[in-house]
């Protein structure tokens, strides 16, 4: 058992989000063995909400120069609203992963036009080679999308396991009406994000860096 949670930890330490993939795609075997390992999370009553569209090859260049686009238009109009604010710590971290990837591709404070073309790149995919849009019920509400984050999670890792590098992407939800008009998705379901997966460049600059995480003592609280 202790072999088992080194390795889960050790898979975890390896798991980061991938901004800059090679051109190698990633075969159906794995993605399948990816999906039925990620399935094997929980969810309320076991109803396993998330559904998963995959989008590649030419659909996806089309839908990554719609995307583009409509970035730069700024029309967006997620299906599930993003968070109103970040404050204190929240806004700390998020400012704190923000400017490391930024230091890491190069990009100076401030520089407004350089960090809003770094924003417009989530709209490529980061140039992955494939993605799936994940969808939860409207109808199941927090607790279909709560469900669809452990799906998502598990997914990440199962996919560290195979060497498969991954991002999760909720910018992309911001666009929903679009993506749901050019991939024709239910209309009964919300967009929850989607996962850019491939293989890593291990060179491109916005890898080059690592999250940190809060202090043990942060997260938990004993009465
Ligand atoms: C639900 C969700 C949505 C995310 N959306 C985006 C996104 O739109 N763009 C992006 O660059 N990263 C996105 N991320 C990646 C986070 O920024 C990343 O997980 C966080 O900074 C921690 O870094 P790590 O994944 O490398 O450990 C998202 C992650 C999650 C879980």
């Known amino acids: 058992m202790t072999i088992d949670f080194q390795s889960f930890n050790h898979l975890l330490d390896n ?3 991938c901004r800059g993939f090679i051109d ?9 063995e990816i999906v039925q390992t990620a399935q094997k999370v929980p969810s309320w009553c076991n109803a396993q909400p998330w559904q998963l569209t995959l989008v590649e090859g030419k659909k996806l260049d089309t839908l990554r120069n719609k995307l583009w686009e409509a970035a730069k238009e700024q029309l967006h109009k997620p299906d599930i609203p993003f968070p109103s604010s970040y ?14 990837l930024y230091d890491a591709v190069g990009i100076k404070k401030g520089d407004r036009e350089a960090s809003f073309i770094q924003t417009l790149k989530n709209y490529c995919f980061f140039d992955a080679p494939h993605i799936v849009i994940i969808t939860t019920p409207k109808a199941l509400g927090t607790y ?7 799906f998502i999670t598990a997914f990440t890792i199962a996919a560290t396991a195979k060497g ?3 991002i999760p992407q909720a910018a992309p939800a911001g666009l929903a ?13 919300d967009f929850v994000c989607v996962i850019s997966f491939g293989y890593s460049d291990d060179n491109h600059p916005a890898n080059q860096f690592r999250t940190g995480r809060a202090e043990f003592e942060d997260v938990l609280e004993i009465l």
């Open 15 to 17: 798991r980061f989000s």
């Open 24 to 32: 190698k795609k990633v075969s159906k075997n794995e993605l399948r």
């Open 144 to 150: 279909g999308v709560l469900d669809c984050g452990a």
């Open 177 to 189: 009406p679009i993506l749901r008009e050019y991939l024709l998705l239910d209309e009964e379901r």
């Open 164 to 166: 498969i590098s991954t």
């Open 87 to 100: 404050e204190g710590v929240y806004k700390e971290r998020r400012r704190e992963c923000g400017f490391q």
